[in-house]
């Protein structure tokens, strides 16, 4: 018996995990961002919001909506402490200087692709989902076993959950421009580092197969 990761979805032990696409991170107020001036925000963040807002998060809402659809669940990951004062987050985030507080604005999902009200949405004090969330517990209990992952940052948190899972035994699908980062060689490199771990496809290859 062959094994591939190039399998297409079966809706019934299928999700769609979001990776922090939320008002800290991929809003201009918010806390990443708010205290930086327009023109420096411009020359750092421009790019990346202009692509963000022209094509990732575009595609990010067809995929949702088709996955809904399908009856394919829903899931979605936010930075955020458990605590006020973050003294629960991982001393990567402490060194960082990452602290969405408990309850926070910034902790909420963006309102363009909001959770309805019975999908789940897990806050995470670490750069992987499957580290600081029992979001592994989760996925067996709903009987998922392929892993469709969209988010941000495709370099940094995206990659942490997709070799996560991977190890994990889960079959992931990365949706290619459903995920973004800070330039588009930043996004290629890491496109093509963390190809060995998962299936690569586009949002229309995504909705067609579903």
């Known amino acids: 018996m062959s094994l ?14 979001f990776i922090d696409v939320q008002n800290f991170c991929a809003h201009r107020n918010g806390g990443e961002f708010k205290d930086i001036d327009e023109k420096a925000f411009r020359k750092k963040y421009g790019w990346f919001f202009d692509k963000f807002k022209a094509e990732t998060l575009p595609n990010m809402q067809k995929i949702q909506s088709a996955c809904r659809n399908a009856k394919i669940e829903v899931l979605y990951t ?16 402490k060194i960082t200087g990452f ?3 408990k309850g926070a604005w910034d902790g909420k999902v963006l309102s363009e ?12 004090s670490s750069s992987s989902v499957f580290i600081s969330t029992h979001i ?9 076993r392929q892993l469709v992952i969209s988010g941000l940052i495709t370099d940094q948190c995206v990659e942490s959950a997709i070799r996560d ?13 459903a995920c973004a980062t800070y330039s588009q060689e930043r996004h290629d490199q890491s496109l093509a580092t963390i190809k060995g771990y998962c299936r690569q496809i586009t949002t229309d290859q995504l909705i067609a197969e579903i």
């Open 136 to 144: 592994d517990y989760l996925l067996r209990n709903l009987g998922v």
């Open 99 to 101: 602290n969405v507080p």
């Open 113 to 124: 692709i909001e959770p309805l009200e019975d999908e789940i949405v897990l806050p995470k």
């Open 78 to 93: 936010t930075i955020e402490s458990l605590t006020r004062d973050g003294r629960d987050r991982s001393l990567d985030y």
């Open 165 to 177: 899972a991977c190890d994990l035994g889960y079959l992931v699908t990365q949706v290619t421009d």
């Open 4 to 17: 591939s990761r190039n399998l297409p979805l079966e809706p019934a032990q299928s999700a769609l995990l």
